[in-house]
């Protein structure tokens, strides 16, 4: 896990986000109004799925096959790590930023399920509890990433 400002961003490789987390104990109205919004992609192997600077117009969710996430710092680092069966990513940059922070290669045949941000947007204001839940992982992932990276620099 690594978090380091680039450019005015936070670059952030931490704690994955998992489709299970954000849906668990929800109301079946929620998680039929987010499977609505899915639609699947396939990426063969050295493919990019998402590109740094590209527009942040969706988000990921893998299903199956092997990605990597890589973040460049920006400083001359390159931080990378496998990205999990059921992660969910390019999250943050699809709802709120104009641009992708990072870059995303698929490592095998890859099955992934992918929603626009506008999509999801309007998703999370049908469902405040969808919403509440997404802000609560990406909090505790920005604060255990930031931890993590704080212990690692002293």
Do not use: W
Not at 36 to 41: A, D, K, N, T, V
Not at 52 to 70: F, H, I, M, N, T
């Amino acid at each position: 896990m690594h978090e380091k400002k680039q450019r005015g961003s936070t670059c952030f490789a931490g704690n994955p986000v998992f489709f299970k987390d954000l849906v668990s104990g929800l109301g079946p109205e929620v998680k039929r109004d987010v499977s609505l919004i899915l639609q699947e992609r396939t990426f063969e192997a050295g493919n990019v799925v998402i590109a740094r600077g590209e527009p942040a117009l969706d988000l990921y969710l893998l299903r199956s096959g092997k990605a990597l996430l890589v973040v460049e710092t920006g400083e001359g680092t390159t931080v990378t790590r496998e990205i999990a069966t059921g992660e969910i990513f390019g999250l943050p940059e699809a709802v709120a930023g104009p641009t992708y922070d990072t870059m995303v290669v698929a490592r095998s045949f890859c099955r992934f399920e992918s929603a626009a941000g506008s999509d999801l947007t309007r998703v999370l204001h049908l469902h405040p509890s969808l919403c509440f839940r997404l802000v609560t992982l990406l909090g505790t992932n920005l604060n255990e990433g930031r931890q993590i990276f704080t212990s690692t620099t002293i």
